[in-house]
């Protein structure tokens, strides 16, 4: 079953806005790693935040965790038409052998030059 | 340095007949993993290998899936007498291992059951 929820499925912006997208999952994490897929490829990773942290930064990119809530943000600053793709997070839950990680449903990311 | 490597590409195939999906891991890695990605289910967990460990199968759909790792490196995974629904993306990872490693994944074979 899938554990992680992404919010909004899909989202559309223009060239130079922000895009948030949000996770959120169910049960205690390890922790939660965010994937980008463009359409017809592999997955790519992009950040990986453990349950200790509350934020990550990677380039464009900003993740937020908490742990109380079981939920999780990707922000992507001052997109742009590339990035248009599909967001994933996974979580690896506590208990389970590492890399047996639960991916949600993702969010379509459309950004429009 | 190289990705995750998978063969074929794409592949079609008849129902009925057996096929097999190669994967190679990254250098060094001792951790290999199977998910598949179709679009009624989303990516789910197929197997995982690590080490010389017996491999964690519990999300294989049923017994005509199976995975062997061989010299803890390349590993296939195979499908016998096809279905339909076992058409989907099958997508191949790998990491060093423990938590916290980034698992990182190749492009994924493409499987049409026609």
């Known amino acids: 079953s899938q554990q992680g929820e992404e919010d909004p499925q899909a989202l559309s912006i223009q060239e130079g806005e922000n895009a948030t997208m949000n996770c959120s999952y169910k049960?205690?994490?390890?922790?939660l790693q965010w994937y980008r897929q463009n359409s017809g490829r592999g997955l790519v990773h992009l950040i990986l935040?453990?349950?200790?942290?509350r934020e990550k930064h990677s380039g464009r990119l900003r993740v937020t965790l908490d742990t109380s809530k079981k939920s999780s943000s990707l922000l992507i600053t001052a997109s742009r038409a590339a990035d248009t793709a599909s967001y994933f997070c996974?979580?690896?839950?506590?208990?389970?052998?590492?890399?047996?990680?639960?991916f949600g449903q993702g969010t379509i990311l459309t950004v429009h030059p | 340095g190289a990705g995750v490597s998978q063969s074929p590409s794409n592949k079609v195939t008849e129902k009925g007949k057996d096929v097999e999906l190669r994967c190679d891991p990254i250098?060094?890695?001792?951790?290999l993993y199977w998910y598949r990605q179709s679009l009624g289910q989303g990516l789910e967990f197929l197997i995982y290998?690590?080490?010389?460990?017996?491999?964690?199968k519990s999300g294989l759909p049923s017994d005509r899936f199976s995975a062997e790792r061989t010299g803890g490196s390349v590993s296939t995974l195979t499908i016998q007498r096809t279905q339909q629904e076992d058409s989907a993306v099958y997508l191949c990872?790998?990491?060093?291992?423990?938590?916290?490693?980034?698992?990182?994944f190749g492009e994924g074979s493409w499987l049409t059951v026609v």
């Open positions: 290998f690590q080490g010389n460990s017996a491999p964690d």
């Open positions: 990872a790998s990491s060093l291992g423990g938590q916290g490693n980034t698992i990182y």
């Open positions: 935040i453990r349950s200790n942290e």
């Open positions: 996974a979580t690896d839950p506590l208990g389970t052998s590492y890399g047996k990680l639960t």
């Open positions: 049960t205690s994490i390890n922790n």
């Open positions: 250098s060094g890695h001792t951790a």
